[in-house]
T-cell receptor
């Protein structure tokens, strides 16, 4: 079975704080893909990153960074110097080997206050 | 990124009527399209997976006669909510992918209200 756990349901921070969103996944596949999506209040999910199971390099994109640790089955997402525009629900997702479907976590609502 | 267009973005209909929602991938051919339902403050619930030219695969508990999905081409899928009832009111989202391992792109979502 495949599963994605986002243990945090809601986080509230003040602008310019750093915040880390946790994602832990379960799969028996050796080949898989992991994703993060952002869902702002408008509702449309926005793709942020894709990572395959063989690439454990951390990724940085501007204020966003991702830490992939196969040893702990985690794919955490850090926002540095958060801004009000980062307020959204963030979803982590897993795509197991050969599957068409993405398995989503329950999402984590981030509120960044000015 | 790729664009997936979903229409309408919101619709209000009377109980007992049917509503059709369209999902188009505008700049790539989507081998697979998905339909989700999202309740307030909840995650995405996958309703069905559709491949062009074949019948949709519905998730357990989703009524295939109520939620009709047609995937007529590699760029268009439609979801028809038949004989809608107030409990069908929800946020419906489509997504499209090129295939395994690729990112899914999502439509803007459709907020359906049945009165």
């Amino acid at each position: 079975a495949q599963k994605v756990t986002q243990a945090q349901t809601e986080i509230s921070v003040v602008e310019k704080e750093d915040v880390t969103l946790d994602c832990v996944y379960e799969t028996r596949d050796t080949t898989y893909y992991l994703f993060w999506y952002k869902q702002p209040p408008s509702g449309e999910l926005v793709f942020l990153i894709r990572r395959n199971s063989f690439d454990e390099q951390n990724e940085i994109s501007g204020r966003y960074s991702w830490n992939f640790q196969k040893s702990t089955s985690s794919f955490n997402f850090t926002i540095t110097a958060s801004q009000v525009v980062d307020s959204a629900v963030y979803f982590c997702a897993l795509n197991g080997r050969g599957s068409e479907k993405l398995v989503f976590g329950k999402g984590m609502k981030l509120t960044v206050n000015p | 990124g790729a664009v997936v267009s979903q229409h309408p973005s919101w619709v209000i209909c009377k109980s007992g009527t049917s509503v059709k929602i369209e999902c188009r991938s505008l700049d790539f051919q989507a081998t697979t399209m998905f339909w989700y339902r999202q309740f307030p403050k909840q995650s995405l619930m996958l309703m069905a997976t559709s491949n062009e030219g074949s019948k949709a695969t519905y998730e357990q508990g989703v009524e295939k006669d109520k939620f009709l999905i047609n995937h007529a081409s590699l760029t268009l899928s439609t979801l028809t909510v038949t004989s809608a009832h107030p409990e069908d009111s929800s946020f419906y989202i489509c997504s499209a992918r090129r295939g395994y391992g690729t990112e899914a792109f999502f439509g803007q979502g459709t907020r359906l209200t049945v009165v």
